[in-house]
């Protein structure tokens, strides 16, 4: 599972990333926004660990979150945050939010809300998608048409793996070779 973590903190960011990588997640930490909005679209993780306050305001990690569930960002959003007023917290979840954890928080909770968020989302994603005569398993990354197996290469299942996950989507050339090819753009 892919972890998002969010935080300008070094110093809580670092044991942070120890932490969730020795629990075998895989782990990007950005420090600021601009950081974190390239990293959604090169990583696409399926969890985001969320500071409110960054470099960049003190409510940018709202309106990150906003945007992100705007522009149809499936994953999970759990705030981590100083802010721990009502309306603070309530506003995180009305946002796109899916929990919000109030700083300083136990490493023990942390972990447990992040299980619980990713099997969540875990349930929600398709593990075996059947579409006619296409057969598509995500984890094994096996294909086949017809009951036939497909070979594809690492490149064609991505892109395969995009439009099959969102059947209801137009994509954009741009958006389809940046997910395909992302060091390439």
Same mark, same amino acid.
């Given at each position: 599972?892919?972890?998002?973590?969010?935080?300008?903190?070094?110093?809580?960011a670092?044991?942070?990333?120890?932490?969730?990588?020795?629990?075998?997640?895989?782990?990007?930490?950005?420090?600021? %926004?601009?950081?974190?909005?390239?990293?959604?679209?090169?990583?696409?993780?399926?969890?985001?660990?969320?500071?409110v306050?960054?470099?960049?305001?003190?409510?940018?990690? =709202?309106?990150?979150a906003?945007q992100?569930?705007?522009?149809? *960002?499936?994953?999970?959003?759990? *705030?981590?945050?100083?802010?721990?007023?009502?309306?603070?917290?309530?506003?995180?979840?009305?946002?796109?939010?899916?929990?919000?954890?109030?700083?300083? *928080?136990?490493? +023990? +909770?942390?972990?447990?809300?992040?299980?619980?968020?990713?099997?969540?989302? /875990?349930?929600?994603?398709?593990?075996? %998608? +059947?579409?006619?005569?296409?057969?598509?398993? =995500?984890?094994?990354?096996?294909?086949?048409?017809n009951?036939?197996?497909? /070979?594809l290469?690492?490149?064609? =299942?991505? &892109? %395969?793996?995009? &439009?099959?996950?969102?059947?209801?989507?137009?994509?954009?050339?741009?958006?389809?070779?940046?997910?395909? =090819?992302?060091?390439?753009?």
């Amino acid at each position: 599972m892919r972890i998002l973590l969010v935080e300008d903190n070094a110093d809580l960011a670092g044991p942070l990333l120890a932490l969730l990588q020795r629990e075998r997640y895989e782990v990007e930490w950005a420090d600021n %926004l601009s950081q974190a909005q390239a990293l959604v679209d090169k990583l696409e993780p399926d969890l985001i660990a969320l500071d409110v306050m960054l470099p960049e305001g003190e409510d940018t990690g =709202f309106r990150l979150a906003r945007q992100l569930r705007r522009d149809g *960002f499936g994953g999970a959003i759990l *705030f981590l945050t100083a802010r721990d007023t009502v309306e603070d917290r309530v506003l995180g979840l009305d946002l796109g939010g899916d929990d919000y954890l109030v700083k300083p *928080f136990s490493l +023990e +909770e942390l972990l447990a809300r992040i299980r619980a968020l990713l099997r969540r989302g /875990s349930t929600l994603r398709q593990n075996v %998608l +059947e579409r006619g005569p296409l057969r598509i398993e =995500f984890a094994s990354r096996k294909v086949c048409w017809n009951q036939q197996p497909v /070979s594809l290469s690492d490149k064609e =299942f991505v &892109l %395969l793996e995009r &439009l099959a996950l969102h059947p209801e989507r137009v994509f954009g050339v741009d958006e389809l070779i940046s997910k395909v =090819f992302p060091r390439a753009c």
